[in-house]
Every structure is written in structure tokens, then in C-alpha cells.
């Protein structure tokens, strides 16, 4: 973290202790409940998603040249290869003759090359066609068009990011990620390892599981049993970059009675930072680690959960295998607490009861997330 933005949040962080509130004057806002329910809608956000860099799988998961997963993620097949020069290229799944499915859904150690099932048309790691049977069936076919359909893909704070539409293979991706990605890869985790992960599916719209995450206004009732005495009641302090954004969770271990000078503040050791890559990725920095999250919407009602922990090491010990599985479990327990509600909220939405979902100040930056969506699709970039 620079050195100015670890002074500015030392200088706000003791503000909000003395009784400033952080988020100055920010509005309350309101989100009406049919963004939450209408399948057309979510149609569009799937567009959208398939617009913006999503994280697919963790670096560590394609270890050494050859090794390959195949995954789909928002409906795409998705074909990942660690390449001879130790890049990651990612593919369309999908075989350029009459469309088969190239691979089933796993992963392997040390491909040579991808044979399609249905005909044998076979592609170099590269993704570019090596041979097809009876080729002299093909007279026009031209192979050097004929490879798999490339993705962008990026390796960023050991995961693999990946754009998933084919006619936006020549995208930046760091320019949807920095500069906090930068932030975060600066955090000991440029080359984490992948520990624990797990998907699961959570009976609610993907956007009532980003608006738990943008406020701590419910830590001390619904986290009551988990994480709340670990924080200072309902304070964030919340910084945005483009449509990205890093909130600061603080920690009840720093003392505003005895509050640390400048030079003693550890954002780590004396908060949680979250990192929230729009629309549906967060990062929760914790002082030894890191929980990455990622939502797949799959209906208005049904989302998929993608978690990965990020560790600066493979753990080399049962008691260190020990530590890392608690706080796992502790992540996991806590969101469950989250989750549970998000069904809730979502059984009860067409129940007439609100029109509206209701957000507080210190709630601004949910309700601020909506907009930005709102605004994403109707962009005229290509978005529908
Ligand atoms: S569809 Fe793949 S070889 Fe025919
Ligand atoms: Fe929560």
C-alpha cells in the first residue's frame, strides 16, 4: 500500500473513531425490488458479466506447460492452457468444426494436444489446428483461421481473469482491475497459492449477495455470533477507483482510547481490507491472508459462489493445515450467516411487502452499486 494512502487511511480511520462519520454526506438511497426478480434482467447482466474480466481459476490450479482445465463459468465453456512460455491462454471450448464440446469439464497435468470426440480434429496447446482427418474433404477450409477462438485472459493476484467474449480477445485487462489491483498484488499476494477451494449455491439474486458485502451496518446483529466483536460497530471507510472499490473494515483491537500514531499503523493487523472488483468479485485481505469470492448469477433466484483462500505458502504441516482449515471455516461459517439472510430476503421480494429495498447513509455504497449497474447496461460500449 503507498505510503499516502496509508497515512489518509490512518487520518480518516481515527476521524471515524473520534465520531466522524466516514461517509460525510452521502444519501440514502432505495433500490426497487423487481431488479432482484426480472429473468430479463438478469439476462443482461449475464451480457454484461461476459463483458468484464471474471476470475476463473486460481494460477496455482495450471502449475507447469501442458497443464489445462476445462471449466464453464456464466454459461461459456471455457478451456484454460499453461502455454511453453509459462502464459495462460484461455479458449472458447468449442470445436471450430460443427461446434462439439472439446473437453469435459476437468483438468489434466501435461496435454500435448486437444482432440475434438467427434471427429478427431486435433489443436495444439496454443489452440491453433494442428490436423483433421481426411482433410481432402475440406478444400477451403483455412486452418490458420481455424484454431480455437481465443479469450483475454491475465494473470492478476494469483488468479486467472478471463473476458468471455471471443470478439473481445483483444482486451485489456488490467485497465478494468488496476490500479487496486496493484494495491492488492503489493500485499504479500502476487503469487499466492490456492487453498480450499468450493462452489455452492446460494437461493437468492447475486445482487443481494454484493449489497451485504458494500455495509457493515448488519456485522454486530447478524454476525453476532461469528465476526462482530472483531469490529467496531457499522464503520466502513470506503474509497472507489473507477467502478471498483476498497472498503476498510476496523478492527475493535485499535484502541481509540490509545489509538496508534501514524507511523504504528498496520491496515492489515488493525483492520480488513475489502477489495470489490465490479460487479460481483471481492477480495477480503486479512492479515495473514486472503478470501477471494466471485458470484455467478444463474437466475433471478439462484446464484453459484466461487471461493478460493489465497495463502503466501502451501501449507507444510498439519498444525499449519489446522490453521488455515479454522479460518476457513470461520469465513464460511460467517458467510453462511449472510447467505441465509440473502434467501430470506429473496423468498420475501414479491411478497408486496416492499416496493423498495431501503438504504441507510452509512449504507450508500449498495444502493451506489445499483446505479453504476444501472448505468453499465445501458452503456452504449457494446453492452446491451
Ligand atoms: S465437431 Fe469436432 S471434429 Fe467434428
Ligand atoms: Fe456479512
Not at 438478469?42 to 468484464?52: G, I, K, P, Q, S
Not at 483433421?132 to 488468479?159: M, T
Not at 420475501?348 to 453499465?376: C, D, I, K
Request: glycine letters at 8%.
Amino acid at each position: 500500500m503507498k505510503p499516502e494512502v496509508r497515512l489518509d487511511l490512518h487520518r480518516r480511520t481515527l476521524d471515524a473513531l473520534n465520531g466522524t462519520r466516514p461517509e460525510g454526506r452521502a444519501a440514502p438511497g432505495e433500490v426497487p425490488v423487481d431488479r432482484y426478480l426480472d429473468g430479463d434482467r438478469t439476462e443482461r447482466e449475464l451480457a454484461l458479466l461476459r463483458h468484464r474480466p471474471q476470475p476463473v481459476a486460481a494460477s496455482s490450479e495450471l502449475p507447469a506447460a501442458g497443464a489445462w482445465l476445462a471449466r464453464d463459468r456464466l454459461g461459456i465453456p471455457l478451456l484454460l492452457v499453461r502455454q511453453e512460455d509459462g502464459a495462460v491462454h484461455a479458449f472458447l471450448n468449442v470445436c471450430r468444426h460443427r461446434g462439439a464440446r472439446l473437453l469435459e469439464e476437468g483438468g489434466g497435468d501435461s496435454a500435448r494436444a486437444f482432440v475434438c470426440p467427434y471427429h478427431a480434429w486435433t489443436y495444439r496447446l496454443d489452440g491453433t489446428l494442428k490436423g483433421l482427418p481426411q482433410a481432402f474433404g475440406f478444400p477451403c477450409l483455412n486452418k490458420a483461421e481455424s484454431g480455437l477462438r481465443r479469450l483475454a485472459a491475465r494473470e492478476r493476484a494469483g488468479l486467472i481473469w478471463v473476458i468471455g467474449d471471443p470478439d473481445l480477445a483483444d482486451s485489456d485487462i488490467d485497465i478494468h482491475l488496476d490500479p487496486l489491483m496493484d494495491e492488492l498484488e503489493a500485499l504479500d499476494l502476487s503469487t499466492p497459492v490456492a487453498y480450499a477451494p468450493r462452489h455452492y449455491e446460494v437461493a437468492a439474486n447475486w445482487k443481494l449477495l454484493v449489497d451485504g458485502s458494500l455495509e457493515a451496518y448488519h456485522f454486530k446483529v447478524a454476525h453476532r455470533d461469528t465476526i462482530a466483536h472483531l469490529f467496531t460497530d457499522n464503520l466502513q471507510i470506503i474509497d472507489e477507483a473507477g467502478l471498483n472499490r476498497r472498503l476498510y473494515l476496523v478492527k475493535s483491537n485499535l484502541d481509540p482510547a490509545n489509538p496508534p500514531d501514524a507511523d504504528r499503523f498496520e491496515p492489515r493487523r488493525h483492520g480488513n481490507i475489502l477489495y470489490f472488483f465490479f460487479p460481483n468479485t471481492t477480495v477480503l485481505v486479512q492479515p495473514d491472508h486472503a478470501q477471494f469470492s466471485t458470484l455467478e448469477p444463474l437466475g433471478p433466484g439462484r446464484t453459484r459462489v466461487h471461493e478460493i483462500t489465497l495463502l503466501p505458502a502451501a501449507p507444510d504441516s498439519d498444525k499449519a493445515e489446522r490453521y488455515w482449515q479454522a479460518n476457513v471455516d470461520l469465513y464460511r461459517r460467517t458467510l453462511a450467516e449472510d447467505y441465509s439472510l440473502s434467501e430470506s430476503i429473496q423468498k420475501g421480494l414479491s411478497s408486496g411487502a416492499n416496493r423498495v429495498l431501503t438504504f441507510g447513509t452509512f449504507e450508500y455504497s449498495a444502493p451506489r452499486f445499483h446505479r453504476q449497474l444501472e448505468a453499465q447496461l445501458g452503456a452504449p460500449d457494446g453492452v446491451p
